[in-house]
């Protein structure tokens, strides 16, 4: 019997639907991705509503207040650093998009997390680039072996309709998608492997785990040119968005040599500050919980100009990272700055109130700043050490080795409080540092910071603070 089938045009973004084609999706306003989809009379509604929703009746409101907050609930990854970034473990009926280029993890990352992952539940693992065999065989490279290797079930398909039928067989609690690029819909129209065909595909199966309690992750490949075109389109769909990044392979590092970088660049379930960092080694990736060292040089004895120790916060981590500066005369007319790992508005403007309040010539120098180990360091609690770092480096002084510094540099040369200064100088003392310069602390840490810190030089200005530096007739 031939099934009744009629058209409407749905928005691969947000789902919006329309009896008619316009360029223009009317509700989320994006162009080009109305697409003709096929609605089957008997499941009802078509695209998102198709999995659970016929036979329900219409859809209805409820009191706020008679939700229940703990719905969904979390479950642990059984990864220390993957639950950090989430916000506290994986939330059911979410979305997480993992991204990052390839080569840096993230098939090795949902793997360990699948075979590790706190839950009696079935776990589905979607291959659409490696072939089962090729997952089996990293399976136990990685050492995953026996019961927790026992509950996953793993399909080699990129077609949707495939995994809709594998997905209400199963019945997982916890879907990995390798990767969302290799997925494809006929229901999608036009040709595979398009960006629309992707959000349609990850639109069904975000809306399979809201539907069935479910947690998705969704790998993205993202490689430096087609951030735009590829994963981003997906990030407004999810709940979380996790990249995955690379450090450089700095030598000389005290901690380990390499590592990746886990962050949130989106979270509707927990912060996007927290980081999660690991190293990639024999048996897969490692978590590191034990960053102190890891950003650090080591050095003996003295060290040389233009570099500074600062204790930069990291979600809730506090970290010592060595910002090392460069200041040399501008080749070019204009002077330029050239810094990866802090944003480079952040070093002009400190630069500037470098020149301005303690008229230190640097406009006509090229400044090149680094943070050792690779990090990108965005918290502002850096500022005063980025300023000590330039100062060290157009002067030539070095700083004191064992001095650790936060705070926040404003543009009329003051210093600013910071947040958890007696989080920071625990830190800095549990790993041998005797000094501390930075400002004074905000009302709520003054007391104890007073009472336990006696290293800590509190410096009200850049000025004061150059002093207290290298001592008096500065
Ligand atoms: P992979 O997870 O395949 O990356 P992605 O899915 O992001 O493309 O990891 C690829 C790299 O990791 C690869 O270069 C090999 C390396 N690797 C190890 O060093 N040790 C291991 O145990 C595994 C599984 C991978
Ligand atoms: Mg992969």
């Known amino acids: ?60 409101s409820l009191p706020l207040s008679a939700v229940n907050p703990q719905e969904g609930g979390r479950l642990s990854s059984g990864i220390g650093e993957l639950d950090r970034v989430l916000g506290g473990g994986i939330m059911k009926r979410s979305a997480v998009l993992v991204g990052g280029e390839p080569g840096i993890g993230k098939s090795t990352l949902l793997l360990q997390a699948a075979a590790a992952a706190e839950t009696r539940g079935r776990i589905l693992y979607i291959s659409g680039e490696e072939s089962a065999g090729q997952v089996r065989l990293r399976a136990d490279r990685l050492g995953l072996a026996g019961s927790s290797v026992e509950k996953i079930e793993i399909v080699c398909t990129g077609s949707l309709e495939e995994i809709e039928t594998i997905l209400n067989a199963v019945k997982p609690v916890l879907i990995m998608v390798d990767s969302a690029q290799t997925l494809f819909s006929a229901d999608a129209g036009s040709v595979p492997g398009t960006v629309n065909q992707m959000k349609f595909c990850a639109f069904e199966l975000i809306a399979w785990v809201k539907e069935h309690d479910a947690a998705l992750f969704l790998v993205a490949h993202v490689t430096k040119e087609g951030l735009i075109a590829g994963p981003k389109a997906l990030e407004h769909m999810v709940d979380t968005v996790l990249y ?12 380990t040599q390499e590592c990746r970088f886990l962050r949130a660049a989106k979270n509707r379930f927990g912060s996007v500050d927290e980081i999660g960092i690991f190293t990639m080694g024999e048996r897969g990736l490692q978590t590191v919980e034990d960053t102190s060292l890891l950003f650090l040089v080591r050095r003996e004895g003295e060290l040389p100009a233009g570099v500074a120790t600062a204790a930069v916060l990291e979600g809730t981590r506090t970290i010592l990272v060595e910002i090392q500066a460069l200041t040399i005369p501008a080749k070019g007319a204009v002077s330029r700055v050239f810094s990866d790992k802090i944003d480079s508005a952040r070093v002009s403007r400190v630069a500037a109130a470098l020149e301005k309040h303690l008229g230190l010539r640097l406009s006509d120098q090229d400044l090149y700043v680094n943070v050792a180990g690779g990090i990108r360091i965005t918290e502002v609690g850096v500022e005063l050490a980025l300023a000590g770092a330039l100062y060290s480096a157009r002067t ?45 602390p905000e009302a709520v840490e003054s007391a104890a910071v007073a009472a336990s810190a006696p290293e800590l030089k509190i410096a009200g200005d850049i000025k004061a603070a150059v002093k207290l530096i290298y001592g008096k007739g500065r």
Request: with cysteine; charged share 20%; proline share 4%.
């Open 244 to 255: 995955f990044e690379q450090n450089d392979k700095a030598a000389g590092l005290s901690g």
């Open 1 to 60: 019997m031939k099934k009744q089938k009629s058209f409407i045009f749905k928005c691969s973004g947000c789902g919006h639907e329309e009896a008619r084609w316009l360029g223009r999706c009317p509700e989320c306003g994006e162009w080009n991705t109305l697409i003709e989809t096929a609605v089957n009379a008997a499941a009802g509604r078509a695209g998102g509503q198709r999995f659970g929703a016929a036979g329900r009746g219409l859809p209805q």
């Open 396 to 440: 030539g002084l070095a700083l004191p080795a064992g001095m650790v510094i936060a705070g926040e540099l404003s543009l009329t040369g003051e210093i600013r409080p910071v947040r958890r200064l007696a989080a920071r100088i625990k830190t800095a003392r549990s790993l041998g540092f005797t000094g501390f310069l930075g400002p004074a």
